[in-house]
C-alpha cells in the first residue's frame, strides 16, 4: 500500500465519522476503544502521513575486534539493527537509495 492510498483510506474513514455515516461507536465497544480515542488515532494517522518521509542510515558502532555491536539511528539516535530497514523509533527508511 502506498502512503497515498492510506492517505486517502484514513481521509475516507474521518469523513464518515464527520458525517456520522460510520457505525465508530459499535466499532469502539467491540475493540475497547473511546470514539473520541479512533478520531484522535485517525488524525495522528492522517498528520504522519503527510510529513514528509524520513531517510537515514545506520551508524554502526564495532567492538574491538571489527565486529559490528550496535547500530545507531542518524535521524534520531535510538539504538537498532543494522540489518533493519526502518528505524524503531523514528520510522526513518533505513534502505540504500539506489541512484
Known amino acids: 500500500m502506498t502512503r497515498k492510498v492510506?492517505?486517502?483510506i484514513a481521509r475516507g474513514i474521518a469523513d464518515k465519522i464527520e458525517c456520522n455515516t460510520a457505525?465508530?461507536?459499535?466499532w469502539a465497544e467491540f475493540w475497547g476503544f473511546t470514539r473520541e480515542e479512533y478520531e484522535e488515532f485517525l488524525d495522528l494517522a492522517i498528520k504522519a502521513l503527510e510529513q514528509e518521509p524520513?531517510?537515514?542510515h545506520w551508524i554502526t558502532l564495532k567492538d574491538e575486534w571489527g565486529d559490528?555491536?550496535?547500530a545507531v539511528c542518524s535521524c534520531c539516535?535510538?539504538?537498532?539493527?543494522?540489518?533493519w530497514n526502518y528505524?524503531?523509533?523514528c520510522g526513518a527508511d533505513m534502505?540504500?537509495?539506489?541512484?
Open 77 to 83: 539516535d535510538s539504538n537498532g539493527h543494522h540489518k
Open 95 to 99: 534502505r540504500e537509495v539506489e541512484e
Open 87 to 89: 528505524c524503531p523509533n
Open 68 to 70: 559490528i555491536n550496535e
Open 54 to 56: 524520513k531517510t537515514g
Open 23 to 26: 457505525d465508530i461507536d459499535d
Open 6 to 8: 492510506a492517505e486517502k
